[in-house]
């Protein structure tokens, strides 16, 4: 699996969007970008996939670079309860194993 | 979306017992179930990969015989902490997929995770 690389920490305002960006600059051709959060003490929430095209679904936007090398995952408008650590996972389908990275902590601030 | 459910949520035992945890997919059949470790602000770790009916794959560095997995319904996985010690206390979560068409794997389901302490 592709390694990603994320920041560790960003604020975002209530009600703004919340952009975070993931590398993913030695992504094979097979390996899909794979969003997912964990909020304190839960398991982990799927968000989103993408291979190659933007996506967006009712949680969020996946922007996927044209080379595939980054992606952003858009909340559109973060609320206090997506305050959450994103994990931006590349993988691909036939393995079906996520290998999680450090991920980024979302703190959403009123 | 489905759901995938652990029990217990929490359990606390002595060392040197053995501690069972189950995952199970509520409403759909998961031919793939998947093991994480979290220790205290740190990622998950992926312990071992199981499919219905045939033995886990286990990650390097993960001792199967100490971590004895079982995956005998297209429902139900079970992973059981032997001889468990105070390194053993830990986060333990469960994931599930499905192979749907043409054996693609999407999304990948959570249980809300098993939190084991050993003392």
């Known amino acids: 699996d592709a390694k990603t690389t994320q920041p560790t920490s960003m604020d975002c305002a209530e009600g703004r969007a919340a952009n975070l960006p993931c590398n993913h600059s030695t992504i094979s051709g097979n390996e899909y970008v794979y969003w997912y959060r964990q909020i304190h003490s839960q398991g982990p929430q799927y968000i989103i996939h993408g291979l190659k095209n933007n996506e967006t679904n009712e949680m969020a936007s996946l922007i996927i670079t044209e080379d595939r090398k980054s992606s952003t995952l858009i909340l559109p408008h973060a609320t206090l309860r997506d305050t959450a650590v994103y994990y931006c996972i590349a993988e691909a389908t036939n393995t079906g194993k996520l290998i999680f990275g450090q991920g980024t902590t979302l703190q959403v601030k009123p | 979306g489905a759901v995938v459910s652990q029990h217990p949520s929490w359990v606390i035992c002595k060392s040197g017992t053995s501690v069972k945890i189950e995952c199970r997919s509520l409403?759909?059949?998961?031919?793939?179930m998947f093991w994480y470790r979290q220790f205290p602000k740190q990622s998950l770790m992926l312990m071992a990969t199981?499919?219905?009916?045939?033995?886990?794959?286990?990650e390097q560095g993960v001792e199967k015989d100490k971590f004895l997995i079982n995956h005998a319904s297209l429902t139900l996985s079970t992973l059981t902490v032997t001889s468990a010690h105070p390194e053993d206390s830990s986060f333990y979560i469960c994931?599930?997929?499905?192979?749907?068409?043409?054996?693609?794997?999407?999304?990948?389901?959570f249980g809300p995770g098993t939190r084991l302490t050993v003392t």
């Open positions: 994931s599930a997929s499905s192979v749907e068409g043409a054996g693609i794997n999407y999304e990948q389901y």
């Open positions: 199981s499919n219905e009916g045939s033995k886990a794959t286990y």
């Open positions: 409403d759909f059949q998961a031919t793939t």
